[in-house]
Structure formats: C-alpha cells, structure tokens
C-alpha cells in the first residue's frame, strides 16, 4: 500500500515540465496560461457559477435528508479529534493564509476600485464591498470542500476503500477504476492539489515580503519571496517528517491561538461597534441576495461581467483546485462523524467565522479610508493587512504576529499538502512514506517559486483557473457516484431495521 504509483511519477514528470518550461521560458509559460485563462473565464464563467452553486444545493439536501443520519465509518465509530481541535485543523487548511492576506485587502479593492453594481468610493460601494467579499469566501466555498471531503470519506471509512480521488467513481466505473480511467482521474487530482496549494503558497510568500519590507524595509521582488520559500520548506519539511498527529495538528492549534490574538486585537482597539454593524447588516444582505448572486453573469455589462471573471470565477476556481488538497485532509480527521455533522460543521462554522474576521479587517481597512484616517488604496494588496495595524497601538507587534500567522498557515497548508500528495500516490495509503511527503514537499516549493518568477500574482491565479477545470468534471461524477452509494446503503439500513 506504501508504495509509490504510477500516478506519482507521471504527476512528477509533468510538474518538472512545468517547472523546466518556467525556468527557460517564464515569458512563454506566462503568456500561455493568461490566454487558457482568458478562454476558460469568458467562455465557462457560466459552468461554474451553476457547478459551484449546485454543489451547496447537495449540502443542504444531505443536511435534511434520511442520508444525514449515515456516519463517515462504521455505525458505532466515533471522532478521533475533539470537535475543538477538528474545526482548528479545517479552517487551518480550508482558509489560512487567503483569509489573512485578503482579509483587508479584498474589502478595499471592492470598496476604491471596482464593486460590479455601485460608483468607487461611495457608501453603497462600502457596503457592497462587503457583501461581496461573505459571497467570495462563504458557504460556496465550504460547499467545494465539504462535498470532496464527505465522497473521499464515505467511500474510504464506510466501504473500505483506498482513500483515492478515483475510488470514489466505482459506483460508476467498478474496477476500470483501478485501470487507465482510474489513473487519470487521479493524475488530474494530484495535479489541481499541487498548483491548488502552490499557488497559495505563492500569495503567503508575497505577504510575507510585504510585511517585512513595510516594518523592516527589506525590498521586495522575486528574490526577497524565493528565500521566504526556502526558509519556510525547511520548516514545513519538519512538520512534515513529525507526521499528522504531532506536525499538523500542534500547528493548527497555535493558529488558532495566533488568528485569535489578532482578532481580540482589532476587536478592543478598533472600530467595534461599526464592524458589529458592519456584519449584521451585511449577513442579511448576503442572505437576501445569496440566490441572485449565485447566478449573476451581467451578459448585457460588460465591466460587470469582467470583474465577475477577475473575483467570482477566480475565487470558484481556486476553491476547486484546492478541494482535492482541503477535501482529502477534511476526510481524514472527519471519521466517525455522521454527514449531517459533518455538513453542518464544514459548510457553517467556517464560514461565519471567516464572516466575523472580514467585518472586523476589512471593516476597519474601509472604515480608516472612508473617513480619510489612513490612505490604503496606494498600498499593495499584501501590504493593506500592515497598513490597517499601522494606525493602532502596538501595531508593529501586531503585524510582527500576523507575520508569524501567515508563515505558520504557510506551513500547515504545505505540510497537509504534503501528507495528501503523499496519501494520493501511495495507493491510498494513509500514512505515505515520509521521503515521498519531502519530494512533494520540494515540488510545490519549485512550482510556487516558478510560478511568482514567470508572471507573480497574476500567474498564481491564471494556473489555478485552468488546474480548476478538469478536476470540477470529476466532482460532478464523484457527487452522482455517492448518491448511488448512498441510496443502496439507506435502503439496506432500512432493512436492517425492519429484521
């Protein structure tokens, strides 16, 4: 079961390409994967606004359904982690450093710059900011995760089979999924998890440089973020050599511990009151207007529908790239729990959560620049965060311990990467070799790397709309394949029942 597959070294032939073509032709891999992102957003932004949509439909419908009472294992089976420590390591891998670095960012550039349905700069563009920003980063996004998560956990601790993107279709495929079709399907999974996770890693690195150079003036470029990288590898190398149990899990807990240091923070010394406000009334609205958001295309605008392409269907496409990563790693620590739990846990507690931290970053970044306190819209996208806790006391502590956060999530996502990677090529293995967890570890470093020197930021979002594409195919058969499941196990419950 340890051993590595076929799907490991044809994967790694194909990132060593990648990284080969970036080294030698960072202006031709740039150029490329800006045209197939182009194509893919004003040509399929349709697909996933309906693909990611239906996925939460199919939460819901699990949560109040007969099905909701099915548990990830067997009927007497209970959680191996406290439900504490379980949302710590969720949200730790889930969310990490994209809600850090966007977390006043995102808020600001909706607010000054581009809101789709109001003027720059007015108070119906603040609180549009923020109604589009809960959309970006809630239950869509948990929905991505959580139906990945409950197909790999269903199949691998109810049925007892190999925890493998491409064993979740045997309802459909039966043993072709231990052929050809099998091995593609995972190919592609493991592909989505690498650019999914390194692209990632990309925008910690840049943040990391952002914060040193606006408390330390350490400069930024390529060079600055390529040692950040190197240093971090080091360190999630570590963790990932200490395993799940010690690595990963102590981390996710001193993220919490820091994540939550820094919201008691902005919460006693910041605008309080407004950014109570600023959430209540922006959970209405994004509850009011969930359903039309959720489809909203602007066919007839075209700066609408550009700035669709530029947030919406690049925030789907890069859950969905992450969600072979994410939901492998949910799977894991979600055994025991019934899919009613499970649902609620993964789709709900996140996502007001990361609610509660846009209102008080981002309603403090938009409340400092509407009141003319702080100008922030000069500042880079990974400086925004620094330049907010700038205008607090005991800011450069603060952004010192942000600093900290994002380098600590750093190394949660990379080290959880890892050990999935590792799980993915080793047959399902769940406890993969730890020199096959350190080569993965080193490949997602390179491509992050190669990444941020063929086109920076905008690279890190051209590959993870494409990675997002082939793999958001093999969701849809993966949710078809565990109804089936589901409806052949419900019915034999029953007749259980009934002897």
């Not at 949560?63 to 209970?78: A, F, H, M, Q, T």
């Not at 949302?87 to 550039?109: C, N, T, Y």
């Not at 991505?144 to 409950?150: C, E, H, Q, S, T």
């Amino acid at each position: 079961m340890d051993k590595i597959t076929f799907v490991f070294w044809t994967t790694l032939v194909i990132l060593l390409a990648i990284v080969g073509v970036g080294v030698a032709a960072p202006d031709f891999l740039e150029n490329w994967t800006g045209v197939m992102q182009a194509w893919i957003s004003d040509t399929l932004g349709w697909y996933y606004l309906l693909v990611v949509t239906g996925f939460v439909i199919v939460c819901f419908y699990f949560v109040v359904s007969p099905y909701g009472k099915i548990k990830l294992g067997d009927p007497d089976s209970e959680p191996e982690y406290r439900t504490a420590t379980w949302f710590a390591m969720i949200f730790s891998a889930g969310m990490g450093i994209g809600l850090v670095f966007w977390g006043a960012a995102e808020p600001m550039a909706h607010f000054m710059d581009n809101a789709p349905t109001a003027e720059a700069g007015t108070d119906e563009a603040l609180l549009e900011s923020m109604r589009f920003t809960f959309f970006h980063w809630g239950v869509h996004a948990w929905g991505i995760y959580a139906v990945v998560g409950l197909c790999l956990g269903y199949f691998k601790f109810r049925k007892d089979m190999p925890a493998l993107i491409s064993h979740t279709l045997n309802p459909i495929f039966g043993k072709h999924t231990d052929g050809w079709i099998g091995k593609i399907v995972d190919i592609i999974a493991v592909t989505a998890t690498i650019i999914g996770v390194a692209s990632t890693l990309g925008f910690g690195a840049v943040q990391i440089n952002g914060g040193l150079d606006y408390l330390f003036d350490t400069g930024s470029g390529f060079g600055v973020q390529l040692a950040i990288i190197a240093v971090v590898t080091v360190l999630f190398m570590i963790s990932a050599w200490a395993g799940l149990n010690k690595g990963i899990k102590l981390l996710s807990n001193v993220n919490m511990v820091l994540a939550a240091l820094l919201f008691i923070f902005m919460f006693i010394f910041g605008q309080t009151l407004y950014s109570l406000n600023f959430f209540t009334n922006t959970f209405g609205a994004y509850l009011q207007t969930l359903p039309s958001m959720s489809f909203r295309m602007s066919p007839l605008s075209e700066g609408e529908r550009d700035w669709i392409n530029s947030w919406t269907i690049f925030y789907w496409a890069w859950w969905i790239a992450w969600s072979p990563f994410v939901g492998s790693f949910i799977a894991r620590v979600s055994k025991g729990r019934s899919l009613r739990e499970y649902i609620l846990g993964v789709l709900l507690v996140p996502s007001l959560v990361g609610f509660l931290w846009f209102s008080f970053f981002g309603g403090n970044a938009v409340y400092l620049q509407d009141q003319g306190i702080a100008n922030l819209a000069d500042l880079a996208t990974e400086e925004v965060l620094f330049g907010v806790f700038a205008e607090f006391p005991l800011g450069a502590v603060m952004s010192f311990v942000a600093i900290v956060l994002i380098s600590t999530f750093f190394i949660t996502s990379a080290d959880s990467g890892t050990f999935i990677l590792g799980m993915q090529t080793t047959h399902g293995s769940i406890k993969p070799p730890r020199y096959v967890k350190l080569i993965w570890g080193l490949m997602l470093s390179a491509t992050a790397s190669i990444l941020l020197y063929s086109g920076g930021l905008q690279a890190l979002e051209n590959a993870l709309i494409i990675a997002a594409l082939p793999f958001s195919v093999i969701m849809l058969l993966m949710v078809y394949a565990l109804f089936k499941e589901l409806r052949r196990d419900l019915q034999q419950l029953k007749e259980e029942n009934k002897a």
